[in-house]
């Protein structure tokens, strides 16, 4: 099977799909494409990631790249680690998906992710990759370093004035990722009582019933504990879901409205805009333009996002799935630093969670339903435009309506929103029968 690069990144099923030869191959064409003589590599806590970091950092050696292993760490640490040395950076990471998935995505020096444009490049060269033409003292160093998690935690802490949690209760759920040793830790240092779950990481228990995809062991926590709110993290810390005192859950479309209001205040929003994907609720972007911000939007992928902020100099992006980037502060996504902000916000303002989310912005019904297909169709939303366009009417103002391809699989996304859920649920079971009539 030949991998390619998906939204975030090449993922597959670690030694089955991901093997240890394809990552050897891939740091080698890496290495060729992103020309620079020096690497970091970070890591979650999966049992297979040392094996796929181990190819990895042979086939940048074997490229004459001096490749240093930060050991386990979260995904941002690694951007943070990019951006302040001037080097390229990869994580041994599946993100948010079971143990047995693994991947390996790439920061270029300066912290960012790589364009469509450089990955298109890095697949031709694993296509025609030939020998190594490096020997003897052109090959390499692969060394490891113990700073990475110390330095990236006193950035997080030296955002915020000392003291700034002081007398706020916060349960956080690091998923058994990669933030198991540095979340409570910062927490802590900024004055927070901390409740602590999923921090014991096992190699086979990452994400397993907890973290962002599962904000309901947080949620638990939060109410058995009495915490004032709860942040639930993923497997590689870029991304982060937040519970109320009362365990109501607050998704990254909430999360960001809040940011998106409070940063103006603070005259810290540029250009009164915020970026999200086509994803984020209609309820947000009805928020926002009661508030006189404009939204802009980006296909899927928080990439895209980041691509977005970059080229115009905007400060505050993310996605409905609690990737938030504060520009101002951050190269990518950073699921614990949002969260500090978050409760930053909360504490200051004396106000619970759920009263800030719930004036923030309505949710508005969602129904999202994937319908697997015969081939992919980049081109679905043309071809059901007609359709799209009836269902959009009888929705009007009050509803929207989004049909996609998978970037990565056989299947048709559909999502219909609307002001009721039955009106959602009715959309969306029209258009999925249309597809499966036409392409299943």
């Not at 990019?82 to 079971?98: E, Q, Y």
């Not at 309506?401 to 859920?421: F, N």
Request: aromatic fraction near 4%; include cysteine.
């Amino acid at each position: 099977m030949t991998l390619t690069f998906g939204t975030d990144g090449v993922r597959g099923v670690a030694n089955a799909e991901l093997t240890p030869e394809y990552v050897l191959a891939l740091g080698r064409a890496a290495a060729r494409v992103i020309g620079v003589r020096r690497f970091v590599i970070g890591r979650d806590t999966r049992r297979s990631g040392l094996l796929l970091e181990s190819a990895l950092s042979a086939g940048l050696a074997s490229e004459g790249v001096d490749v240093e292993s930060l050991g386990i760490v979260p995904t941002p640490a690694v951007a943070f680690i990019t951006a302040r040395d001037g080097v390229a950076g990869g994580v041994i990471t599946a993100s948010h998906n079971p143990f047995a998935d693994n991947g390996v995505k790439f920061f270029l020096p300066g912290g960012r992710k790589l364009t469509d444009d450089v990955e298109q490049r890095i697949e031709a060269e694993l296509a025609s990759l030939s020998a190594p033409s490096k020997s003897g003292a052109d090959v390499g160093t692969l060394t490891s370093r113990a700073d990475a998690l110390r330095a990236y935690a006193d950035h997080l802490v030296e955002q915020f004035e000392a003291g700034a949690l002081n007398g706020l209760h916060v349960a956080v759920d690091a998923a058994n990722g990669a933030a198991f040793a540095v979340a409570g830790d910062v927490l802590r240092r900024l004055g927070a009582t901390v409740t602590e779950i999923n921090v014991h990481p096992d190699g086979l228990n990452i994400n397993r019933a907890g973290g962002a995809t599962h904000p309901q062991a947080v949620a638990q926590a939060v109410v058995a504990c009495g915490a004032d709110l709860g942040l639930a993290l993923d497997g590689d810390a870029d991304r982060v879901i937040a519970v109320g005192h009362d365990g109501h859950v607050v998704d990254g479309d909430q999360l960001i409205a809040l940011l998106a209001v409070e940063l103006r205040r603070r005259d810290g929003l540029r250009d009164d805009t915020v970026v999200v994907t086509v994803m984020s609720n209609l309820g947000f972007h009805k928020a926002m333009s009661l508030q006189g911000i404009t939204v802009v939007t980006t296909p899927v992928g928080d990439r895209y996002v980041l691509e977005m902020l970059a080229a115009h100099g905007w400060s505050l992006g993310g996605e409905q799935s609690g990737h938030i980037i504060v520009s101002d502060m951050a190269t990518t996504g950073d699921g614990l630093l949002s969260g500090l902000l978050l409760a930053d916000f909360v504490n200051r303002t004396a106000t619970p969670l759920s009263e800030l989310a719930n004036a923030a912005m309505t949710v508005y019904p969602q129904v999202l339903l994937n319908i697997p297909v015969a081939e992919r169709h980049p081109d679905i939303a043309e071809l059901m435009s007609a359709d799209i366009a009836t269902v959009q009417a009888q929705l009007g103002t009050d509803g929207r309506v989004l049909v996609r391809p998978s970037g990565t699989e056989p299947l048709v996304r559909v999502m219909v929103e609307a002001d009721t859920a039955d009106r959602a649920r009715s959309g969306a079971d029209s258009l999925a029968a249309e597809v499966r009539r036409r392409f299943a």
